[in-house]
């Protein structure tokens, strides 16, 4: 659809062309090689971090370094893909999944590569740890959002196939590089990962963008000119439903106005319950002007009062200019709303400073990208009437920043592409710490990691003394990897569940990994560690599988992604400074082996407490939007759909027959009243 030209010269669009420039996730087709890829990178990318462990004794016996320094190398490539999360999801935005992934590949298969030359063992931290795990955050991180942003509808099914690959990569690497290096030797072995990784290549290539569907407009033949004039003569003999439209068209751009506030934070000054009209359930029979229905009203709960707002309402990419209802008092004492009367201007979709027309097609200004389970059951897709309308309403583009253009901060970033630095701003922003409840939720996964990579590391260490071999114990880590790979399947139809609250079933997940890890300690063959591996990997699965379900209830969608980004910067830094840690004070210490299943365990368990005192009164959740009063049920809410508001327009029912008191679907229309 052709842009508008604003008054000012600045240049506008309609709703309909804004919605035009995104795209909608085909839930399938291509989208199933977009999960195999991802499955295959899941594979390389998990399956070389997980079983890690593998190298350290050499490592170690090569070096000879101590414990703590040696697997500072292992924790760095596990916990480096996780901190290099912001990092890799700004590069997707500017430069897409594929080009990051096929980046990360030859840049993390370059690593290795050097590594295996390493003269000491802080080249190797440096090149196998740090270069690793960034190179391995730029693919994992892209292969996560590949699969959101082609699937919504059948979003958890496509995500729990792709994860999989987690489970399946530990399976097969872990006696994979045992192998390898019993055979090659150490350097050998991990030139050879190398070459492995750089299989990804051909994984990422397949990570094609999501292009916008574009129809070619089709040429009117006569018939079709035929009806269109039919249509215009009889619009022209029925002028109360071209009156209709417009009454119906307002009540939408009130609804933009009512999205737009709410959007707004940190304004300056507060808005004290906004002024709404309210409909009375008859439907309306007065008309005024004698073509426009005129809609009854049973009162005006207060006075609107004058509000500033301190940066631009920016919703889905375009400024929302605020808008008013202006309602008369006819001569019999019945409020009413006429054409005459509608002082309601067209608001002007102006494109934001700096937002262009493929910014619309960016996964990143996607607030569901890192949404894993299935959308059916977020409000914000159940009160959209379609998937074009819900896609529209979760793509947030922020305008270009006006303030404080020359100071020295600007300055600087504004050298950074625009799609790099708000994705930085956004996941960069540690006012979410303030949140008790995500405040709690990041202690517990600072904890919950350190005891998750504990039997990964520790594995073979633990089943030493037991008289199991290095290939008995890689075996165990490949049994983790099995039931990691049923667990994801399970807890994601279980999440699906109405009965089943995902809060609750991911803190009995950190639960049993921590009670299985401290009660593995006693066991002493190989079939009760055997056991403890299946056990383990079921739970550890769980909790990973659900942490973007949980994040979502508790922080809401629009906060999803600068929670997630935060969370995985934490779970990074808690990977790379906890394990090592631990390795240290068992080294040091002169302590048993399972002294680091002992910090491991009790630290999951204190994770499963903290998460349990959110469901104290305390910890109630902040809600973004107040309650609804019951004098507010009775308020307008009219869906976007045109079709349905025409329908009741045109056929005289009354507002309510279509009302739907979810708020993300509504409208509240705010009025003045005039004297």
Not at 541 to 554: K, N
Not at 625 to 654: A, Y
């Amino acid at each position: 659809m052709p842009k508008q030209r604003h008054k000012s010269g600045e240049s506008t669009f309609s709703q309909d062309s804004i919605s035009y420039y995104i795209p909608t996730p085909p839930d399938g087709g291509y989208g199933w090689i977009i999960v195999l890829a991802s499955f295959l990178n899941h594979v390389i990318v998990d399956g070389i971090c997980f079983t890690s462990s593998n190298f350290l004794s050499e490592f170690k016996e090569h070096f000879k370094s101590g414990e703590g320094t040696t697997t500072l190398a292992s924790s760095l490539l596990c916990g480096g893909y996780l901190l290099a999360g912001p990092i890799a999801s700004a590069l997707t935005n500017k430069f897409g999944c594929r080009s990051v992934c096929v980046t990360g590949s030859i840049f993390t298969s370059a690593s290795f590569l050097i590594a295996s030359f390493s003269p000491n063992i802080q080249i190797l931290i440096l090149t196998y740890g740090l270069m690793g795990g960034i190179g391995f955050g730029l693919i994992y991180l892209p292969s996560v959002i590949a699969v959101s942003y082609y699937f919504d509808r059948k979003r958890a099914l496509a995500t729990g196939i792709a994860v999989c690959g987690a489970g399946v990569g530990t399976f097969i690497f872990a006696p994979l590089g045992n192998a390898l290096i019993k055979h090659l030797g150490w350097k050998n072995a991990l030139r050879v990962i190398a070459a492995i990784v750089l299989l990804g290549i051909f994984s990422g290539l397949l990570l094609r963008p999501l292009e916008p569907v574009k129809s070619k407009p089709r040429r009117k033949n006569v018939f079709d000119r035929l009806c269109e004039r039919i249509r215009v003569s009889r619009r022209k003999e029925k002028p109360t439903e071209e009156n209709d439209e417009k009454i119906a068209e307002k009540v939408q751009e009130a609804k933009l106005m009512r999205e737009a506030r709410l959007r707004v934070e940190d304004s300056e000054q507060e808005v004290s319950s906004l002024p709404s009209l309210i409909v009375n359930k008859e439907p309306p029979t007065t008309q005024s002007n004698g073509h426009v229905p005129t809609i009854n009203v049973e009162a005006i709960e207060k006075e609107p009062k004058t509000v500033s707002f301190t940066k631009a309402a920016v919703a889905n990419g375009v400024d929302e200019e605020k808008n008013e209802l202006l309602l008369t008092k006819p001569q019999n004492g019945t409020k009413s709303l006429s054409e005459n009367h509608l002082a309601v201007p067209k608001p002007k979709l102006r494109k934001p400073q700096g937002v262009h027309r493929e910014d619309y097609a960016r996964p990143m200004y996607r607030q569901d990208i890192f949404y894993s389970g299935s959308i059916m059951h977020i409000a914000n897709f159940t009160s959209q009437p379609n998937m074009g309308s819900y896609v529209a309403s979760i793509t947030a583009i922020p305008a270009a920043s006006e303030s404080g253009k020359d100071s020295f901060f600007a300055k600087v970033t504004s050298r950074i592409p625009k799609p790099v630095f708000d994705v930085l701003k956004e996941m960069f922003n540690f006012k979410m710490l303030s949140n008790k409840r995500f405040a709690m939720v990041c202690l517990a996964n600072v904890l919950g990691m350190i005891g998750l990579y504990v039997p990964f590391i520790y594995m073979k260490a633990r089943c030493l003394p037991l008289g199991i071999n290095d290939e008995k114990s890689s075996l165990l880590l490949s049994v983790i990897g099995i039931t990691n790979t049923l667990g994801r399947v399970i807890s994601g139809w279980l999440a699906d569940l109405k009965s089943v609250d995902p809060l609750l079933l991911h803190n009995v997940a950190i639960l049993v990994a921590g009670a299985v890890s401290i009660i593995s300690t006693f066991f002493k063959t190989y079939a009760l560690m055997t056991v403890f591996a299946a056990i383990f990997g079921l739970s550890v699965a769980t909790w990973i599988s659900l942490t973007s379900i949980t994040l979502c209830e508790l922080v809401g969608l629009e906060k999803l992604t600068n929670g997630f980004g935060i969370l995985t910067m934490l779970r990074g830094i808690a990977i790379i400074g906890g394990v090592p840690l631990v390795g240290e004070i068992y080294e040091k210490f002169k302590l048993d082996v399972t002294v680091t299943y002992h910090i491991g365990g009790s630290s999951l368990i204190v994770a499963a407490f903290a998460v349990m005192l959110l469901f104290l009164p305390c910890f109630k959740r902040e809600r973004s939007l107040p309650e609804m009063t019951e004098e507010e049920i009775e308020e307008i809410f009219v869906d976007l759909d045109p079709t349905q508001n025409e329908c009741f327009m045109n056929n005289g029912k009354s507002i309510d027959e279509i009302v739907d008191t979810r708020p993300s679907n509504g409208v509240i229309v705010h009025v003045d009243e005039k004297a």
